[in-house]
């Protein structure tokens, strides 16, 4: 009697807190397809606000997937190798290069992008281009492919398969590509689906980089928070989610493989 | 069996030493000849030096400034291992996991521009020939330490190499194991021919395989010699230590006999001697009856081994002293023998060391 009073105990209190957080969601979401928020779900159910919102900001979100995919290529391209020749040298300034990298989790985004902008500012065209996102979006992502990265070269030994590749007659770019990279892609897809996900979602950085033609998810979401009907930011929200979900579940999905 | 194709290349380690950047001296500057088709086994404890002289000729490191490595009297000193044409077996065996054994096997052919066809025949070749057959299209990690050892092996020798390397490839096995592959392997390198360097900690390998047994400590060459050298003619107390088990006696000597508490025992050598460093290996120390050798002492201990039984003789010597007898002789503790050593048993050592 007194373990059921406890299990129902816990099992209240653990619901309590669920709602607190889901509520929220599901209230803000809801809001998207209500044709009048302030008249409550009574007034009917639209998608009316949805499609206002791919309207108006199709571009913001199919820009926002290329600078994603960007930072993905580019963290790719130079953060595998950087985290093969980190792993590889070893030693006091590979720890040092290490730690420059991982810095930007810890500076606030607006430093890095005021920053930036004070360094770069002056090109006009690349301050116009999304390539000025680009840049901060790299910034900001690459300790995270370089670290997962990393993680997977001290669980399998990479530098002695890189030595037994050798051995066999393998040339440094043969062997990077027949054996450190095959055996790299737990981390790499780890780290991609982590810089993908980040960029997507990234606000700080890129609130200070944007000009009116090189908006974001998160920047339009703001946007449209501050100009428009409740309504049609709810609805922003619901694209959002519907955009972020999946490549959660995958990034889950793979953790857990890479576990097992 | 033509598997090499040739017989490889003769090795030349010229005044090589190795200083690692937190300024440790891994190896001492050495000189080292091995020839064509020799097996040579570079033998000590771990910290001596034997991996890091394996890498350099290997070309994973490089020797200190001075050092020089020759393969068939060509310098090969600063051409990267993928140039080097050798074939390494490394401890942990570095096989691909992410390619099956098959894919492992041909990885050199195929780096090599080996076509398709060739490939796999040559890869099927060494399949039988290392005992793996239905083994090609598995996973690495669906294999057995002894299957793992057996791919990196014809791995290493698939691309006919100047020169095998093979770095500790049984310590990773079980003892059993062990045994029975070392025996396969010892065929193996005998019917391959080709210059081999074989690194180990364990002297009964380095025994078995080696055509010469390079016996190293800290970073210095103790001894080069045979197998039979090593081991009846040991030049220094820690190769006699290292190698089998050994009887260190340090005693007076008088008219070419040692002075020890049990009686007098005959020894070679230099008559003007006064004292000595000796050793007695256990095998070479006949038990018999009290009275009917000149040394003498009482039983410590008996411990049957099976092939045969190790006793411990207390009072023959001011330590005591281990002696290998027939499994037949019955003895027991308390019971006081004749130790009968042949006095050419007798190996002086220098002193000091």
Redesign the interface.
């Known amino acids: 009697m007194r373990d059921r009073l406890i299990f129902a105990g816990q099992l209240l209190f653990t619901l309590t807190v669920a709602a607190f957080l889901v509520v929220p969601a599901i209230l803000s979401i809801s809001a998207g397809v209500t044709v009048n928020y302030f008249r409550g779900i009574s007034s009917g159910v639209t998608l009316q606000w949805v499609f206002q919102v791919w309207d108006l900001y199709a571009g913001t979100i199919l820009l926002s997937f290329v600078i994603a995919f960007a930072t993905l290529a580019v963290t790719l391209l130079v953060g595998v190798p950087a985290a093969y020749a980190l792993h590889t040298r070893g030693?006091r300034w590979s720890r040092i290069v290490e730690e420059v990298i991982t810095l930007p989790i810890a500076i606030p985004g607006l430093a890095i992008a005021l920053a930036l902008i004070l360094t770069y500012g002056g090109f006009g065209e690349f301050r116009r281009s999304w390539l000025f996102i680009l840049v901060g979006h790299v910034i900001f992502t690459m300790p995270f492919m370089v670290r997962s990265v990393m993680a997977v070269f001290a669980t399998?030994?990479i530098k002695?398969?890189d030595?037994?590749?050798?051995?066999?007659?393998?040339?440094p770019a043969?062997r990077f590509l027949?054996?450190i990279v095959?055996?790299a892609?737990p981390g790499i897809l780890a780290g991609a689906l982590m810089v993908v996900t980040l960029s997507l979602g990234e606000f700080n950085l890129t609130w200070m980089l944007h000009t009116p033609s090189t908006k974001t998810l998160p920047i339009g979401l703001a946007d449209s928070y501050a100009s428009m009907r409740l309504e049609v930011a709810s609805a922003y929200t619901l694209i959002f989610f519907i955009m972020i979900i999946p490549l959660l579940v995958a990034m889950q999905m793979f953790a857990d493989r890479g576990q097992g | 069996m033509n598997v090499t194709g040739e017989h490889g290349a003769s090795v030349r380690v010229e005044t090589c030493g190795k200083t690692f950047v937190d300024g440790t001296r891994a190896l001492e500057p050495a000189t080292l000849d091995i020839a064509r088709g020799e097996t040579l086994v570079l033998l000590g404890p771990s910290g001596c030096g034997k991996t890091t002289m394996l890498r350099i000729i290997a070309g994973l490191e490089l020797p200190d400034a001075g050092g020089k490595v020759l393969f068939d009297g060509k310098d090969m000193t600063s051409v990267p291992i993928e140039k080097r044409n050798v074939g390494m077996v490394f401890q942990s065996y570095a096989l691909f996991p992410n390619m099956t054994v098959a894919d492992n096997i041909g990885y050199g052919l195929k780096i090599r521009g080996v076509g398709k066809h060739e490939r796999a025949s040559r890869v099927a070749e060494l399949v039988a020939l290392t005992n793996i057959t239905g083994l090609e299209n598995r996973r690495i990690t669906q294999l057995s330490g002894g299957q793992r050892q057996r791919v990196a092996l014809a791995r290493a020798v698939a691309i006919r190499p100047g020169i095998l390397l093979l770095d500790e490839p049984l310590t990773a096995l079980d003892a059993a194991l062990r045994d029975r592959l070392r025996g396969e392997l010892n065929r193996l390198l005998r019917a391959l021919g080709i210059t081999t360097i074989y690194v180990t900690h364990d002297q009964a390998e380095a025994m078995e395989l080696g055509d010469r047994v390079v016996v190293m400590q800290k970073g210095v060459i103790a001894q080069i010699g045979t197998p039979r050298e090593i081991y009846f003619e040991p030049n220094s107390r820690f190769v006699a230590e290292f190698i089998g088990a050994a009887n260190i006696i340090e005693a007076p000597v008088e008219n070419g006999q040692l002075l020890l508490p049990g009686g007098r025992q005959p020894i070679g050598g230099d008559a003007n001697l006064t004292a000595a460093l000796a050793m007695i290996r256990p095998e070479t120390i006949g038990i018999v009856a009290a009275g009917s050798a000149p040394l003498s002492g009482t039983i410590d201990s008996v411990s049957f081994i099976g092939d045969r039984q190790r006793m411990i003789i207390g009072g023959a010597s001011s330590k005591f002293i281990t002696v290998d007898a027939p499994n037949t002789i019955k003895a027991k503790a308390g019971e006081r023998v004749g130790l009968l050593i042949a006095p050419d048993a007798v190996r002086l050592l220098p002193p000091g060391n």
């Open positions: 030693g399998v030994d002695t398969l030595e037994g590749a050798a051995s066999l007659g393998a040339s043969r027949d054996v095959p055996n892609v």
